[in-house]
């Protein structure tokens, strides 16, 4: 197959053109590099199964030759990434997921998108199952990521419905990995970072609050089995595998070796307090789970930040 990958130079992105390229498939990769990092894909510049598009996918999309997939993946997905740029994330959302959209439906193509656990908001259904339509504060300072997703999953089953568009959407939950960035606020990657810095690992709230974590390869495998098997309905991919943040914390510290304190601070506007995926249908319809622990994939990670903050 021929396939866009949107948001191709991020974190995710990048993994998921490695893993198509290993399966055979041609990539036309596009990023405008707002949180994307170009190091990320440096390995496969030259490659003759890839071609590059610097763009915005907030305009016009237009690729030359046929496409036989669309997985849109660009929007800026981090905390410190979408309070910094509010406006962009949500035409990222909307724009350029419609956009995307067209382009699938122009070049009769299958499209996946990338949306997120944070559709589910501060949950009041735990875990969550793609059935839960979410507990979200539009106006808070989250909802400009968890309502550009939430409007991004309206669109693609319009035109679904409308059009009759092949369509797949994930919902994916914390993953973490290589090539994450240092500063991109999200917590495996503070606390990596700081806990090889020798610097106070920060915990928001009490750290009580739970997350799952899943480890890029995992997800990676999960959203390609999305690609080639899944239906028009959504999938969670995720970790069912429950952590509080202070056992998070305390595990980095361990793994690291750090003499470092941890640190508490106050638990930012509309933070979930717990957030676990139900996966039952992703094992049902992709045959599907994850299968890197924890301490395994941290381990991984670690290594990875010792050579990129060192």
Known sequence: MRILVTGAAGFLGSHLCDRLIALGHSVVGMDNLITGNARNVAHLTGHPAVTWIAHDVSRYITVDGPLDGVLHFASPASPVDYLKFPIQTLKVG????????GLAKAKGARFLLASTSEVYGDPQEHPQQEAYWGHVNPIGPRGVYDEAKRFAEALTMAYHRSHGLDTRIVRIFNT???????QD?????????????????TIYGDGSQTRSFCYVDD????????????????????????????ELADLVVRLTGTKAPVMFRPLPEDDPKQRRPDISRAKRVLGWEPAVELEDGLGRTIEHFREVVA
């Open 94 to 101: 909307s724009l350029g997921t419609h956009n995307a959209l």
């Open 185 to 201: 606020g999200r917590v495996v990657s503070n606390f990596i970072v700081q806990a090889l810095q020798g610097e106070p690992l």
């Open 176 to 182: 973490y990995g290589p090539r994450m960035r240092p």
């Open 219 to 246: 997800l990676v495998q999960g959203i390609v089995l999305a690609f080639e098997r899944a239906g028009s309905d959504p999938v969670n991919l995720g970790n069912p595998g429950e952590f509080t943040v202070r």
